[in-house]
Every structure is written in C-alpha cells, then in structure tokens.
C-alpha cells in the first residue's frame, strides 16, 4: 500500500519556521495503531489523518506516542493542503473531531481557525510551577493544560523547565505566557508527556489563551507571539464562546509512505 503524504509549515509564510505537521488525506480510517506508528515514524509534534465524511472532514492527530483531542497547527495544516494541493473549492473548510466541530477559512494570504474557547481555573501552584520553571510565577490555571503566568517576555524566552518534573504537572502540558513587548502577548508550550518537549507553535493553546488576555487586556483582538526556537506569529480573536486564530502555511515536502 501506497500513502501520499504532505509536510507544512503551519503559522509560517517562509519555510523551515512555524510549526511542522504531516497530514494525510486518506479514503478511509487506518487501524489506529497503524496511525501511531506513521507518526512516530515521522517523528513531528503532529501528523493529521483526514477522511471526508459527508460535508465535512473528520480530522485525527497523533503525535509520536499518542492520539490528542485537539491540535490547531496541523489542522490549518491540513487545510492547506486541502485547499493548495487537492484543490477544495470555496472559502471555508468544515472539519469534525473529539473536540466538537471546528472550521478553517481562506481570509486572503491567511487561514483563519474556528475553535472553541477553553477555560481554566485558578490553582494555588504558584511555588511548585516556579521551581520547575526556574522563573518567578504570577499566577496559575489549570484545566486540559496548566497556564502560568511570568513577569515579562524576556523571562518567558529564558524560561528552562525541568522537564521530567513538569510531567508530572496537571493538564496535557503547560502553558507559559506574559505581556508581550512587541505583541500583546507571548508564550511557549512544554509537552514532555505527550512526547513533545516543546512544540514551536500551538494553536490549540491560543483557545486557552485568547480568553484569558482577552479579559486581562480588556480587548478581544490580540496579536500573538510563540516564541519557541522557530516561532511563529497568530493573530487571535475571541468571538463569544469561539477563538478565532489566523495565519499562513507553506508547503514543504510531499512524498509517498511504502507499507
């Protein structure tokens, strides 16, 4: 059997920046465990698996050891290559998946992901997150991820967590975030328990994200920054329950997987 896969740069207008996934579009499911083994095999933070089913896209992630329930960089990956690659007409893309129904749409150069907002609670980890992050934390959230907040944009980019101990942390991963100085705000993303030491850009944590500077800003369009070794540059928006997040993606590589 034959695989026709896609590699691009997502929240990037240049190669080799951004945020690389590999997507599949695919005429039916794979076994699961089939699945798991073609990411690990690509080794990226995301490989999407797509499959049309009736007006809209089911759409899978896997990073190299397991499935997620949601992931923003490879789904406007998969657009993309919907859109430049296999050439779907229109402006807009719906997609279903574990997290509920979700959209991308063509708004010139940029694809604009229709997520939900996501929200957390506060957590009295202040002290514990600072010892593994090795930076002073003004405040913690927790809930599908854990969010800390830091004093500045330099501490977030100086920020070296003990990696092992995050694990252990609540949530999927962890969040670091502060005021941007360039941007309204900035952030990184640490994910060592689901293989991922630190992913270059996140989509899915902008719907965590977006609401919480939303309300500290007291604004609902936020021009963001996650600035992870390639980086990547979103501008957000927060449309009452949803997160809107734009950005571009280029095509990179596209080859054939032999099984």
């Not at 083994?37 to 049309?52: G, Q």
């Not at 980086?231 to 596209?254: D, N």
Request: with cysteine; aromatic share 8%.
């Amino acid at each position: 059997m034959q695989l026709d896969f896609h590699q691009v740069d997502a929240f990037s207008a240049r190669p080799f920046a951004g945020n690389p996934a590999m997507v599949y579009r695919l005429d039916a499911w794979l076994d699961d465990a089939l699945m798991q083994r073609i990411a690990a095999e690509h080794n990226l933070a995301e490989t999407a698996f797509v499959v049309r089913e009736g007006a809209a896209w089911h759409i899978r992630w896997f990073t190299p050891t397991c499935e997620v329930p949601l992931c923003g960089h490879a789904t406007l990956a998969s657009a993309h290559v919907l859109f430049a690659v296999y050439g779907e007409a229109g402006e807009r893309l719906d997609f279903t998946c574990q997290s509920g129904p979700l959209a991308v749409s063509r708004e010139g150069e940029r694809l604009v992901l229709d997520f939900p907002a996501q929200y957390l609670q506060p957590a009295e980890l202040a002290e514990e997150v600072a010892q593994i992050l090795g930076q002073r934390v003004l405040s913690v959230r927790v809930g599908k991820e854990l969010l800390a907040e830091l004093e500045s944009e330099q501490a977030v980019r100086a920020c070296a967590p003990d990696l092992k101990e995050l694990a252990k942390l609540p949530g999927l991963g962890v969040i670091v975030t502060a005021r941007g100085e360039g941007h309204d705000f900035v952030s990184r993303y640490f994910a060592p328990g689901l293989g991922i030491d630190e992913d270059p850009v996140t989509g899915s944590a902008h719907c965590i994200l977006t609401p919480y500077w939303a309300e500290r800003l007291g604004k609902t369009e936020l021009s963001a920054c996650q600035c992870s070794a390639r980086g990547g540059e979103l501008h957000c928006r927060l449309e009452g329950e949803r997160v809107k997040i734009a950005g571009q993606a280029v095509l990179v590589a596209s080859g054939k997987l032999f099984i």
